[in-house]
């Protein structure tokens, strides 16, 4: 199975947290690039948090402070650790990562994010 798979998502009040996952193959994850990207309704998707070129971590500034991502190599699983979460965070999030080898990206099918009280 090429396409990463995501988990975690669900309903939370306002404030709380949540931690996505995302599992990939062993021959993908090896790539030094991969992030989360979410998309709400009625809105393009958008970068949420990137590692790029295995060192690199970028955020958007809407998540800055609240959001960490990392990885773990040897669970080949990526994971997006929300906190103080608000209602515009509501979204599909989805994980993407860069073919090690070849200019492509693999997507995950997405989980569902709302934030509501």
């Known amino acids: 199975q090429v396409q990463p798979v995501e988990s975690g998502g669900g309903l939370v009040q306002p404030g709380g947290s949540l931690r996505l996952s995302c599992a990939a193959s062993?021959?993908?994850?090896?790539?030094?690039?991969m992030g989360w990207y979410r998309q709400a309704p009625g809105n393009e998707r958008e970068l949420v948090a990137a590692?790029?070129?295995?060192?690199?971590?970028h955020y958007a500034d809407s998540v800055k402070g609240r959001f960490t991502i990392s990885k773990d190599n040897n669970r080949s699983t990526m994971y997006l650790q929300m906190n103080r979460l608000k209602p515009e965070d509501t979204a599909v999030y989805y994980c993407?990562?860069?073919?090690?080898?070849?200019?492509?990206?693999?997507w995950g099918q997405g989980t569902q994010v709302t934030v509501s009280s």
């Open positions: 993407t990562i860069k073919d090690p080898s070849y200019d492509k990206h693999y």
């Open positions: 062993e021959t993908i994850f090896s790539s030094n690039t």
């Open positions: 590692i790029i070129a295995g060192d690199r971590i």
